[in-house]
Protein backbone atom coordinates (compact mmCIF):
# COMPACT_ATOMS: atom_id res chain seq x y z
CA UNK A 1 0.00 0.00 0.00
CA UNK A 2 0.98 3.09 -0.91
CA UNK A 3 1.90 5.73 1.87
CA UNK A 4 -0.02 9.41 2.14
CA UNK A 5 2.29 12.15 1.71
CA UNK A 6 1.51 13.26 5.48
CA UNK A 7 2.82 9.37 5.84
CA UNK A 8 5.93 9.58 3.90
CA UNK A 9 6.99 12.99 4.67
CA UNK A 10 5.48 13.60 8.17
CA UNK A 11 5.83 17.34 9.52
CA UNK A 12 8.66 17.69 11.92
CA UNK A 13 7.50 17.69 15.38
CA UNK A 14 7.37 21.08 17.32
CA UNK A 15 9.73 20.96 20.57
CA UNK A 16 8.02 20.96 23.60
CA UNK A 17 6.92 23.96 25.35
CA UNK A 18 9.10 23.81 28.90
CA UNK A 19 9.20 26.22 31.46
CA UNK A 20 11.47 26.64 33.67
CA UNK A 21 12.09 28.80 36.49
CA UNK A 22 15.47 30.28 38.81
CA UNK A 23 14.56 30.27 42.67
CA UNK A 24 17.35 31.63 45.38
CA UNK A 25 16.89 31.44 48.96
CA UNK A 26 18.11 34.96 49.29
CA UNK A 27 18.56 38.05 47.45
CA UNK A 28 22.45 39.40 46.26
CA UNK A 29 23.05 36.46 44.49
CA UNK A 30 22.84 36.95 40.92
CA UNK A 31 19.67 35.44 40.01
CA UNK A 32 18.33 37.24 38.12
CA UNK A 33 21.87 37.79 35.84
CA UNK A 34 21.90 34.23 35.72
CA UNK A 35 18.43 33.98 34.51
CA UNK A 36 18.90 36.57 31.85
CA UNK A 37 21.83 34.80 30.89
CA UNK A 38 20.75 31.12 30.46
CA UNK A 39 17.96 33.07 28.51
CA UNK A 40 20.07 34.40 25.98
CA UNK A 41 21.94 31.46 25.38
CA UNK A 42 18.72 29.75 24.50
CA UNK A 43 17.98 31.88 22.29
CA UNK A 44 21.48 31.47 20.62
CA UNK A 45 20.72 27.82 20.56
CA UNK A 46 17.44 28.41 18.57
CA UNK A 47 14.77 28.22 21.12
CA UNK A 48 12.27 30.57 21.28
CA UNK A 49 12.50 32.02 24.54
CA UNK A 50 10.38 34.53 26.81
CA UNK A 51 11.80 36.08 30.07
CA UNK A 52 9.09 36.57 32.94
CA UNK A 53 10.07 38.57 35.69
CA UNK A 54 8.04 37.55 38.32
CA UNK A 55 10.32 39.00 41.17
CA UNK A 56 7.37 40.70 42.17
CA UNK A 57 7.27 43.93 43.55
CA UNK A 58 11.50 43.93 43.17
CA UNK A 59 11.57 43.63 39.50
CA UNK A 60 14.56 44.10 37.63
CA UNK A 61 15.13 41.79 34.90
CA UNK A 62 15.05 44.50 32.19
CA UNK A 63 18.12 46.13 33.17
CA UNK A 64 20.34 43.21 33.47
CA UNK A 65 19.45 42.99 29.56
CA UNK A 66 20.68 46.77 29.53
CA UNK A 67 16.84 47.41 28.86
CA UNK A 68 15.12 50.27 29.74
CA UNK A 69 11.57 49.98 31.74
CA UNK A 70 8.88 48.55 29.52
CA UNK A 71 6.05 50.53 28.36
CA UNK A 72 3.65 47.57 29.85
CA UNK A 73 4.30 45.14 32.61
CA UNK A 74 3.15 42.39 34.22
CA UNK A 75 1.43 44.61 36.63
CA UNK A 76 -0.68 45.30 32.94
CA UNK A 77 -1.58 42.40 33.38
CA UNK A 78 -2.64 41.63 36.82
CA UNK A 79 -4.72 44.81 37.16
CA UNK A 80 -6.43 43.80 33.69
CA UNK A 81 -5.26 46.88 31.90
CA UNK A 82 -4.51 44.37 28.83
CA UNK A 83 -6.24 41.32 28.05
CA UNK A 84 -3.69 39.12 26.80
CA UNK A 85 -0.21 38.24 28.24
CA UNK A 86 0.78 38.61 24.51
CA UNK A 87 0.32 41.99 25.27
CA UNK A 88 2.91 42.74 27.63
CA UNK A 89 5.74 40.47 25.80
CA UNK A 90 8.25 42.89 24.53
CA UNK A 91 11.54 42.67 22.35
CA UNK A 92 14.67 42.47 23.76
CA UNK A 93 16.54 42.96 20.84
CA UNK A 94 18.19 39.55 20.66
CA UNK A 95 16.52 37.14 18.11
CA UNK A 96 14.33 34.81 19.37
CA UNK A 97 14.48 35.94 22.76
CA UNK A 98 11.75 38.25 24.36
CA UNK A 99 11.02 39.87 27.90
CA UNK A 100 7.95 40.15 29.83
CA UNK A 101 8.94 43.03 32.55
CA UNK A 102 7.93 42.64 36.39
CA UNK A 103 5.15 44.67 38.23
CA UNK A 104 7.41 46.75 39.75
CA UNK A 105 4.91 50.35 39.47
CA UNK A 106 2.42 48.03 41.17
CA UNK A 107 3.08 48.30 45.44
CA UNK A 108 1.10 45.21 45.74
CA UNK A 109 2.23 42.93 43.36
CA UNK A 110 4.47 41.11 46.20
CA UNK A 111 1.49 39.69 47.91
CA UNK A 112 -1.17 39.43 44.78
CA UNK A 113 -4.09 37.82 45.08
CA UNK A 114 -4.07 33.61 45.00
CA UNK A 115 -6.85 33.91 42.04
CA UNK A 116 -4.60 36.64 40.41
CA UNK A 117 -1.46 34.27 40.37
CA UNK A 118 -4.39 31.56 39.17
CA UNK A 119 -4.53 33.79 35.92
CA UNK A 120 -1.22 34.30 35.24
CA UNK A 121 0.08 31.08 35.53
CA UNK A 122 -2.65 29.31 33.06
CA UNK A 123 -1.68 32.50 30.59
CA UNK A 124 1.62 32.21 30.33
CA UNK A 125 1.56 27.87 29.45
CA UNK A 126 -0.29 29.33 26.88
CA UNK A 127 2.63 31.23 25.49
CA UNK A 128 3.78 29.93 21.67
CA UNK A 129 7.23 29.68 22.81
CA UNK A 130 9.61 26.55 23.03
CA UNK A 131 11.10 27.69 26.77
CA UNK A 132 9.27 30.42 29.18
CA UNK A 133 11.77 30.99 31.74
CA UNK A 134 10.84 32.77 35.05
CA UNK A 135 13.11 35.20 37.15
CA UNK A 136 11.39 33.78 40.60
CA UNK A 137 11.77 36.73 43.72
CA UNK A 138 14.05 35.50 47.04
CA UNK A 139 12.82 33.66 49.39
CA UNK A 140 9.83 31.47 50.37
CA UNK A 141 6.60 33.60 49.75
CA UNK A 142 3.95 31.29 47.97
CA UNK A 143 3.98 33.24 44.82
CA UNK A 144 7.72 32.39 44.33
CA UNK A 145 7.09 28.45 45.47
CA UNK A 146 4.36 28.12 43.44
CA UNK A 147 6.19 29.54 39.97
CA UNK A 148 8.82 27.06 40.82
CA UNK A 149 6.87 23.98 41.68
CA UNK A 150 4.74 25.04 37.99
CA UNK A 151 8.48 24.54 36.50
CA UNK A 152 9.59 21.10 34.01
CA UNK A 153 13.04 22.19 34.86
CA UNK A 154 13.13 24.08 38.34
CA UNK A 155 16.40 26.06 39.07
CA UNK A 156 18.15 27.24 42.71
CA UNK A 157 20.81 29.55 42.61
CA UNK A 158 23.18 29.64 45.64
CA UNK A 159 27.03 31.36 46.21
CA UNK A 160 29.17 30.43 48.34
CA UNK A 161 28.12 32.23 51.64
CA UNK A 162 26.64 30.06 54.66
CA UNK A 163 23.55 32.17 54.38
CA UNK A 164 22.68 31.41 50.82
CA UNK A 165 23.64 27.33 50.90
CA UNK A 166 21.31 27.54 54.45
CA UNK A 167 18.76 29.67 52.94
CA UNK A 168 18.82 27.62 49.62
CA UNK A 169 18.24 24.47 51.36
CA UNK A 170 15.57 25.74 53.39
CA UNK A 171 13.53 27.11 49.81
CA UNK A 172 13.60 23.71 48.45
CA UNK A 173 12.50 22.01 51.95
CA UNK A 174 9.87 24.49 51.76
CA UNK A 175 8.57 23.86 47.93
CA UNK A 176 8.93 20.02 48.78
CA UNK A 177 6.14 20.67 51.81
CA UNK A 178 4.46 23.22 49.44
CA UNK A 179 4.20 20.50 46.78
CA UNK A 180 3.30 17.81 49.70
CA UNK A 181 0.06 19.95 50.64
CA UNK A 182 -0.89 20.84 47.31
CA UNK A 183 -1.32 17.16 46.87
CA UNK A 184 -3.02 15.89 49.98
CA UNK A 185 -6.59 14.97 49.17
CA UNK A 186 -8.09 14.24 52.49
CA UNK A 187 -8.12 16.39 55.52
CA UNK A 188 -6.33 14.67 58.09
CA UNK A 189 -3.74 13.75 55.30
CA UNK A 190 -3.72 18.16 55.16
CA UNK A 191 -3.24 17.98 59.16
CA UNK A 192 -0.26 16.16 59.11
CA UNK A 193 1.74 18.20 56.14
CA UNK A 194 0.06 20.84 58.48
CA UNK A 195 1.53 19.84 61.81
CA UNK A 196 4.65 18.66 59.89
CA UNK A 197 5.23 22.68 58.48
CA UNK A 198 6.60 22.87 62.18
CA UNK A 199 10.18 22.08 62.94
CA UNK A 200 8.87 21.89 66.43
CA UNK A 201 5.93 20.01 66.05
CA UNK A 202 4.72 17.77 68.79
CA UNK A 203 4.11 14.66 66.55
CA UNK A 204 8.14 14.30 66.09
CA UNK A 205 7.88 14.59 62.19
CA UNK A 206 10.91 16.57 61.77
CA UNK A 207 11.75 15.09 57.90
CA UNK A 208 9.36 14.78 54.25
CA UNK A 209 10.21 10.78 55.04
CA UNK A 210 8.95 10.97 58.55
CA UNK A 211 5.65 12.58 57.44
CA UNK A 212 5.63 10.09 54.58
CA UNK A 213 5.69 7.34 57.14
CA UNK A 214 2.94 8.78 59.16
CA UNK A 215 0.87 9.36 56.13
CA UNK A 216 1.42 5.80 55.61
CA UNK A 217 0.47 4.85 58.45
CA UNK A 218 -3.62 6.03 58.34
CA UNK A 219 -3.79 5.87 53.90
CA UNK A 220 -1.50 3.81 51.85
CA UNK A 221 -2.82 5.21 48.42
CA UNK A 222 -2.68 8.96 49.93
CA UNK A 223 1.05 7.87 50.55
CA UNK A 224 1.65 6.40 47.60
CA UNK A 225 0.58 9.56 45.49
CA UNK A 226 2.83 12.23 47.78
CA UNK A 227 5.96 9.99 47.20
CA UNK A 228 5.08 10.14 43.42
CA UNK A 229 4.49 13.86 43.59
CA UNK A 230 8.24 13.33 45.55
CA UNK A 231 9.31 11.15 42.86
CA UNK A 232 9.22 14.28 40.17
CA UNK A 233 10.03 17.07 42.22
CA UNK A 234 13.93 17.03 40.71
CA UNK A 235 15.27 20.70 41.68
CA UNK A 236 18.75 21.63 39.71
CA UNK A 237 21.37 23.47 41.66
CA UNK A 238 23.50 26.07 40.12
CA UNK A 239 26.16 27.77 42.30
CA UNK A 240 27.59 31.23 41.01
CA UNK A 241 30.17 33.24 42.24
CA UNK A 242 32.57 30.23 42.81
CA UNK A 243 36.34 31.27 43.35
CA UNK A 244 37.81 28.19 44.14
CA UNK A 245 37.58 24.12 44.36
CA UNK A 246 36.18 23.90 47.26
CA UNK A 247 33.24 26.68 46.65
CA UNK A 248 32.42 23.86 43.68
CA UNK A 249 31.85 21.06 46.09
CA UNK A 250 29.11 23.11 47.21
CA UNK A 251 26.51 22.04 44.66
CA UNK A 252 27.21 18.25 45.29
CA UNK A 253 26.79 18.49 49.11
CA UNK A 254 23.55 20.49 48.61
CA UNK A 255 22.52 17.42 45.82
CA UNK A 256 23.74 14.47 49.04
CA UNK A 257 21.68 16.64 51.76
CA UNK A 258 18.31 16.72 49.72
CA UNK A 259 18.76 13.02 49.08
CA UNK A 260 19.51 11.91 52.85
CA UNK A 261 17.13 14.39 54.04
CA UNK A 262 14.44 15.15 52.04
CA UNK A 263 14.17 12.08 49.83
CA UNK A 264 14.44 14.48 46.99
CA UNK A 265 16.66 12.72 43.52
CA UNK A 266 18.52 16.67 43.39
CA UNK A 267 20.89 17.18 40.32
CA UNK A 268 24.02 19.96 39.97
CA UNK A 269 23.98 21.23 36.97
CA UNK A 270 26.66 23.45 37.14
CA UNK A 271 28.60 26.71 38.52
CA UNK A 272 30.17 29.69 37.40
CA UNK A 273 33.10 31.53 38.53
CA UNK A 274 33.46 35.28 39.81
CA UNK A 275 34.29 36.76 37.24
CA UNK A 276 35.17 40.88 37.49
CA UNK A 277 34.28 41.16 33.49
CA UNK A 278 30.38 40.46 34.96
CA UNK A 279 30.39 43.46 37.17
CA UNK A 280 31.95 45.63 34.63
CA UNK A 281 28.76 44.53 32.20
CA UNK A 282 26.72 45.41 34.75
CA UNK A 283 28.00 48.79 35.66
CA UNK A 284 27.68 49.92 32.25
CA UNK A 285 24.09 48.15 31.80
CA UNK A 286 24.66 45.25 29.74
CA UNK A 287 24.58 41.80 29.25
CA UNK A 288 28.35 39.99 29.88
CA UNK A 289 27.37 37.48 27.85
CA UNK A 290 27.10 40.12 24.80
CA UNK A 291 29.78 42.53 26.48
CA UNK A 292 32.54 39.58 27.43
CA UNK A 293 31.71 36.50 25.17
CA UNK A 294 35.25 35.43 25.53
CA UNK A 295 34.92 36.21 29.59
CA UNK A 296 35.17 32.56 31.66
CA UNK A 297 31.46 33.29 33.44
CA UNK A 298 30.21 33.77 30.02
CA UNK A 299 31.65 30.21 28.77
CA UNK A 300 30.40 28.79 31.88
CA UNK A 301 26.68 30.12 31.23
CA UNK A 302 26.95 28.26 27.68
CA UNK A 303 28.11 25.19 29.28
CA UNK A 304 25.44 25.04 32.65
CA UNK A 305 23.06 26.08 29.75
CA UNK A 306 23.61 22.99 27.68
CA UNK A 307 23.45 20.43 30.63
CA UNK A 308 20.41 22.04 31.67
CA UNK A 309 18.89 21.64 27.99
CA UNK A 310 20.34 17.67 27.92
CA UNK A 311 19.26 17.34 31.58
CA UNK A 312 22.94 16.45 32.82
CA UNK A 313 24.56 16.93 36.12
CA UNK A 314 27.64 17.27 36.92
CA UNK A 315 29.81 14.17 38.28
CA UNK A 316 31.81 13.96 41.86
CA UNK A 317 34.66 14.62 39.96
CA UNK A 318 34.24 18.22 39.56
Same mark, same amino acid.
Given at each position: ??????????????????????????????????????????????????????????????????????? @???????????????????????????????????????????????????????????????????????????????????????????????????????????????????????????????????????????????????????????????????????????????????????????????????????????????????????????????? @???????????????????????
Amino acid at each position: MALSVSEAFPAPRAPRRQIWSVGGGKGGIGKSLLTASIGWQLARMGRKVVLLDADLGGANLHTCLGLPPSG @RSLGDFIQRRVGAIEDVVAATGANGLSLISGAADLLSAANIKHVQKQRVMSHVRSLEVDVLLIDLGAGTSFNSLDFFLLSEVSILAVVPEPTSIENGYRFIKSALFRRLRTLAKSEPVRELVDTALDPKNAAGIKTPLDLLARVEAIDREAAEELRRGVAAFQPRFVVNQVRDESDVAIGHQLVAACSRHLGLRASYAGFVHHDDAVWQAVRRRRLFMTEAPTS @RAAEEVRQLTRALVKGESLGAGY
